[in-house]
């Protein structure tokens, strides 16, 4: 009914407005579109009713229930703020609206209008179901876990009960996707879904984290079904999986992890359970394991080092160093630019190669800070070198997947270049190969969006992945960096010899630079110059190395 919910004095209810009748139907005029009723409240009578909105008869409907709420509440109290209304007839929304005036006679009057509000309803419903489901699976996402997590955490605390986490990650899932093709593996994740929904002590308690890994919630309730519903899961992945017209044999590694008891927080109990996975694929797969905590161990180590790395992220990325490696013209013989590479001083773990960090920085999505304050750091830089030894000098940074990923990413980048105020013709930014084609279209409209304030870009690790020469024309590389792997034995094998050679013709024919990474030998350096590379990068001329040694070494003089 319309007259549940908060109720006050109608004399304190409405906002006063003495209007005069030009004004009142001014007021009228503002609500077209909606169902309009002016009710006068001593009377208990209709002065005034405007129904041309859409849909008029369901608008009569409930401006009729609206007004008949008024008129038989004798202390006259309605809803302090705008009433949702629900139409069962129709199965549409409604909010409805009063407001106090004064009528052309001086008669006190309430003006009633209803909006339909069924598709604003809808689209909320529909936002708010995919922020926390998978659109693939149907199950619950990150965002769902990581907020029922912490609710059972705190159930067994204040209960002193326990639950448990499994985190599920699929064996050679990506053997299933390049063999029989995505429709399958997206099959396949689709009936694992249903499967873990349909084991007792898991409905509503699974979760899709991305890509082919899963995590479950035991909950207090159901925790003394633990060692059961391991064992279902086990005997679900022990059968072939029935896709399209195939059967397919999938299994999984699992790692469990119990709450309270070995974690309290959300991230430490996820990850441990995915260490305890980890352990699971090592010890040869199709198993679960437990978490168990040792200080020697690697997962310790991971721990340790995921601590500490969050910890530095929080103090602006201050134990974070960039080195620069040169990049030397083979026409000239002269570095003409060089690339920035991130190094961690950790004062808690010492100093970190990239090697070491990375790939777990990307993981926890910490790589995005890492990645700004090196972007920063690296234009900064250029600049100063730009003003005291070369305007044309360059500098490369490498963009992470994860970076790109972002949204927003185009003006996100370009505010932190333009906020140096180094030119940014002397920043080349730096795409791997393998995001660029499996997401093309993406890719596109980054490069696009970031060439148009005048930075090149590079196609990096070129060679490595499955792209197809079509791509780097489509893509409008401005450079294009083959990958170490084929300068290795360039001076024996004669296909990394044809190869090089093919990518410098064609880039001549698309506009495209090339460049040839990893040169370690002097031989190797006068072949690629020999086959019109145009810049060549390696440890033949320098490792990657601090600022003020790569100055003294490269620019002095």
């Known amino acids: 009914m319309l007259s549940e919910g908060n109720h006050v004095n109608l004399t304190e209810s409405f906002h006063d407005v003495s209007l005069s009748g030009g004004s009142i139907l001014k007021e009228i005029l503002a609500n077209i579109g909606s169902g309009v009723v002016v009710f006068d409240l001593e009377r208990r009578r209709v002065l005034f009713k405007n129904f041309t909105a859409e849909n008029s008869e369901e608008h009569i409907r409930v401006l009729s229930d609206a007004m008949k709420s008024l008129a038989d509440d004798e202390e006259q109290l309605i809803p302090k703020r705008p009433v949702e209304f629900f139409d069962a007839e129709s199965g549409l929304w409604f909010d409805i609206k009063f407001s106090r005036l004064q009528w052309t006679d001086d008669e006190e009057v309430v003006l009633i209008s209803s909006s339909d509000t069924t598709l604003k309803k809808k689209n909320s419903t529909r936002n708010a179901f995919q922020a926390q489901n998978d659109f693939l699976t149907g199950l619950f996402n990150r965002m769902k876990c990581e907020i029922d997590l912490k609710k059972a955490i705190e159930q067994t605390e204040k209960n002193k009960q326990a639950g448990a986490v499994l985190f599920i990650d699929l064996d050679n899932f990506k053997n299933i996707n390049d063999s029989l093709g995505h429709d399958y593996g997206d099959a396949l994740l689709k009936e694992i879904g249903i499967a873990l929904q349909g084991i007792m002590g898991l409905r509503q308690h699974c979760y899709r984290m991305g890509g082919d890994e899963f995590v479950a919630i035991v909950t207090p309730e159901n925790y003394g079904l633990l060692k059961k519903i391991l064992t279902n899961i086990s005997f679900a992945f022990n059968k072939p999986w029935f896709l399209l017209d195939s059967e397919v044999y999938c299994t999984m590694s699992m790692g469990v992890v119990k709450f309270p008891e070995q974690g309290k927080e959300v991230n430490e109990l996820i990850k441990k359970a995915d260490i305890a996975m980890y352990h699971a694929k090592k010890a040869g797969k199709n198993r679960y394991n437990f978490y168990r905590e040792s200080k020697g161990d690697v997962s310790y180590r991971r721990l340790e080092v995921e601590s500490n790395m969050r910890q530095a992220v929080e103090g602006s990325c201050e134990e974070f160093v960039v080195f620069y490696q040169p990049i030397v013209s083979t026409r000239t013989n002269r570095c003409t630019g060089c690339e920035s590479l991130v190094r961690w001083n950790s004062k808690a773990l010492g100093f970190m190669a990239p090697g070491d960090f990375i790939p777990l920085a990307e ?95 590079a196609l990096d690790d070129f060679g490595t992945g499955y792209s197809s020469l079509n791509y780097i024309k489509q893509l409008d590389f401005d450079i294009i960096k083959i990958d170490k792997s084929f300068v290795d034995e360039i001076l024996t094998d004669d296909y990394e010899k044809a190869f090089v050679k093919m990518i410098v013709d064609l880039s001549q024919q698309i506009g495209a630079k090339v460049c040839v990474e990893g040169v370690e030998e002097e031989a190797q350096y006068l072949l690629l110059q020999s086959l019109h590379a145009d810049s060549i990068q390696g440890y033949y001329f320098s490792k990657p190395v601090p600022s003020i040694e790569f100055e003294r070494k490269f620019l002095h003089g």
């Open 363 to 457: 993981y926890l999505g910490l790589i995005v800070d890492i990645g700004d304050f090196v972007l920063e750091t690296a234009c900064l830089q250029c600049k100063e070198w730009n003003d005291t030894f070369d305007k044309n000098f360059s500098v490369n940074v490498n963009l992470s997947v994860v970076q790109l990923l972002q949204q927003n990413v185009v003006s996100h980048i370009k505010n932190i270049i333009l906020g140096t105020g180094v030119n940014p013709k002397n920043i080349t930014l730096e795409i791997t190969e393998n995001l660029a084609i499996n997401d093309i279209d993406r890719v596109k409209n980054i490069i696009s969006g970031l060439k148009e304030m005048g930075v090149k870009i």
